[in-house]
């Protein structure tokens, strides 16, 4: 299940820019413009991180923050233009596990936002089952077992890059990752934003798994984001 991020900012511009891309990242959004509205989603909905501004009406960010960890403990990133140290310190007090500063990094802000999941959803849950030991979306069988890859039951040679971009793209079809994302899961190193290493993975994937690499079907590009893997349901003749 997507996971869903409460956005709290009393700017509609800012709302519009984090839904944009949170909606990329496969995210559900809900939206609040001050802080009983975002109370009420709160108390209505599940929300697995939120993320609000401190200078809000009727509630601050402060106070929503407080009120907040009486009976939630989900992660929240603080967003404001209050970058002053004792603003982050107090924030951080409250209870707050994150803090950005406007302007900010749209990308940064998601990265933060995958780190708090990662953190909390990930890191601190035990397993509840063992994990499937195979992915299959249309014609492709990833053995995660094997780590190889078989179409219409065929063996394909994988580098262990291409395995583990097949892992990442094949876990989560539909969702758009950045080059970094790809980046820095594949090869585990800081990404450098003139490294071209991914498109040409991409490429050389593309080459084994698709019919006709120039007109892909499983892995598409999502021009200025990245790439996404096709859904099963897409797949469909």
């Not at 593309?206 to 096709?230: N, W």
Request: proline share 5%; charged share 30%.
């Amino acid at each position: 299940m997507p996971k869903t991020i409460l956005v709290v900012d009393d700017d509609p511009d800012i709302i519009d820019m984090l839904k944009l891309y949170l909606d990329a990242e496969g995210y559900q959004t809900l939206e609040a413009f001050d802080g009983k509205a975002a109370l009420a989603h709160l108390r209505s909905k599940h929300v697995d991180l939120a993320l609000f501004d401190i200078m809000m009406p009727f509630i601050d960010g402060f106070q929503l923050l407080r009120m907040m960890r009486q009976d939630y403990k989900i992660p929240v990133i603080l967003i404001s233009a209050k970058n002053q140290e004792l603003d982050k310190i107090t924030g951080l007090k409250l209870g707050a596990d994150d803090y950005v500063s406007k302007p900010f990094s749209p990308l940064e802000v998601m990265a933060r936002i995958q780190a708090q999941l990662r953190r909390s959803y990930e890191f601190n849950e035990s397993s509840e089952a063992a994990p499937a030991s195979e992915t299959c979306i249309g014609d492709l069988q990833l053995d995660h077992r094997e780590c190889t890859l078989y179409i219409k039951g065929t063996p394909i040679s994988l580098s262990a890059i291409e395995y583990k971009l097949l892992k990442l793209f094949m876990g989560e079809p539909g969702r758009v990752f950045t080059r970094k994302q790809i980046f820095e899961y594949a090869w585990d190193e800081h990404y450098l934003a003139d490294d071209n290493a991914v498109m040409v993975q991409i490429s050389r994937l593309r080459d084994k798994i698709e019919a006709c690499p120039r007109k892909p079907v499983y892995i598409k590009t999502i021009r200025g984001l990245g790439y996404r893997f096709a859904k099963k349901e897409e797949l469909q003749p």
